[in-house]
C-alpha cells in the first residue's frame, strides 16, 4: 500500500496539518514543544523548510532511504523533495522548530540569488548539521525574531523578514563549513577512494554505456549526496569535484595520445559523445588541441 504523502504547497499547508498557529502566507515557524495534537507526516514539499531536532528521531524519511536524526541536528529540505515519516495515526509528543518559507517570498531580492550557494539544502538527512548548544541557540534566536515579525504588517515586514531568513542561512552555512572541516579529517581516504573510482571506471569500461564519469555518479559510489561530496572536496583541496574529474580525464587522454590513438578513438575511449567536445575541453585544459599535441609528442 502506498504511503500517505502531505503535499506542502504552501508553508501554512505543513502549519495547519500539524496544529501550528497560521502566522503568515509565506513564513511559518513552528515550535513544536507548543504544539498538542502533532502528528507525523511525509512530505512533498513546494517550499524551503529548516528543522530542528531537540530529540533523536528515528527512521526519518529522505527519498527512498531512511536514517536516524541525532538530538540537536539540523536538516534543511527544498522545493521538490521528499522527506519526513509516514503518519500512522498516532498523535506524538516531539520537541524541536521549523522554519518554512515560500520562494514567492524572495522574488527579486539579493537573497533569492544567492540561493544556489547553499548547496546544504541538497545534503541528505545523514549529512545534516550537528549543532552544538550555542549554535542551537543562535539558530533558535533568529527563529523567534522571524516569528515576532510576522505578527507586523507595514512596510518594512517584508524586508525584514527575508533579512532575518538570511542570517539564519548564513549562519547554517558557516557552522556546515565548520562541521566540514572537522567531517574531512574523517575523510582522508575520500581522495584516495575518489582518484581509485576513476581509475576503476575506465577499467570496467563504464564510459560506454554511461559516458564521462560524473560528480554525482562518484558521490553515488562513495555513499555521499552530491553537494556534500562536492563541499567535501572543496574543503578538502580547495578545488571542485568537477574539475579533479576533468583534470583525471585529461590526463588519462594525455596517455592514450601518448600511446598512438587517434583523437577519435581517444574520445571514444573516454566517453565523449563526440570527438568536437572532446578536442574543445582538451584544448580548454591544455592550450592546444589534440592534433596539435599529436605532432608535438615524441617519436
Not at 545534516?128 to 504588517?153: G, K, P
Not at 558557516?174 to 572537522?182: A, D, I, K
Request: charge should be negative; hydrophobic fraction near 35%.
Amino acid at each position: 500500500m502506498m504511503e500517505k504523502i502531505l503535499k506542502v504547497h504552501r508553508v501554512n499547508d505543513y502549519a495547519r496539518y500539524i496544529g501550528a498557529p497560521e502566522l503568515h502566507p509565506l513564513v511559518s515557524v513552528i515550535h513544536y514543544d507548543e504544539l498538542q495534537h502533532c502528528r507525523h507526516s511525509l512530505n512533498n514539499y513546494d517550499v524551503f523548510g529548516m528543522f530542528i531536532g531537540d530529540e533523536t528521531l528515528e527512521e526519518l524519511t529522505y527519498g527512498l532511504t531512511t536514517y536516524d536524526l541525532h538530538r540537536h541536528a539540523l536538516m534543511c529540505v527544498a522545493p521538490g523533495q521528499i522527506g519526513g515519516k509516514a503518519d500512522t495515526g498516532e498523535e506524538i509528543q516531539t520537541k524541536g522548530w521549523a522554519l518554512l518559507f515560500d520562494p514567492e517570498l524572495l522574488h527579486g531580492t539579493d537573497l533569492e540569488r544567492r540561493m544556489a550557494s547553499y548547496t546544504y539544502f541538497s545534503y541528505n538527512i545523514n549529512e545534516a548539521l550537528h549543532m552544538t548548544d550555542r549554535q542551537r541557540q543562535t539558530i533558535v534566536t533568529l527563529l523567534e525574531e522571524i516569528r515576532s515579525e510576522t505578527s507586523n504588517n507595514d512596510e518594512h515586514t517584508h524586508h525584514i523578514l527575508v533579512h532575518r531568513i538570511g542570517l539564519v542561512l548564513e549562519y547554517v552555512a558557516r557552522f556546515y563549513e565548520q562541521q566540514l572541516s572537522t567531517t574531512s579529517k574523517d575523510h582522508a581516504d575520500l581522495l584516495t577512494r575518489f582518484e581509485n573510482l576513476l581509475v576503476r571506471y575506465y577499467r570496467e569500461r563504464l564510459q560506454r554505456a554511461h559516458g564521462l564519469p560524473t560528480v554525482r555518479y562518484c558521490a553515488q559510489e562513495l555513499f555521499l549526496s552530491p553537494n556534500y561530496f562536492g563541499d567535501l572536496i572543496r574543503q578538502l583541496t580547495g578545488d571542485t569535484a568537477s574539475n579533479m574529474i576533468r583534470r583525471f580525464v585529461m590526463q588519462r587522454a594525455q596517455e592514450l595520445l601518448v600511446s598512438g590513438m587517434q583523437v577519435t578513438e581517444v574520445a571514444e575511449q573516454l566517453g565523449f559523445d563526440y570527438p568536437q567536445h572532446f578536442t574543445r575541453q582538451f584544448k580548454n585544459h591544455f592550450g592546444i588541441t589534440p592534433s596539435e599535441f599529436i605532432k608535438k609528442r615524441p617519436i
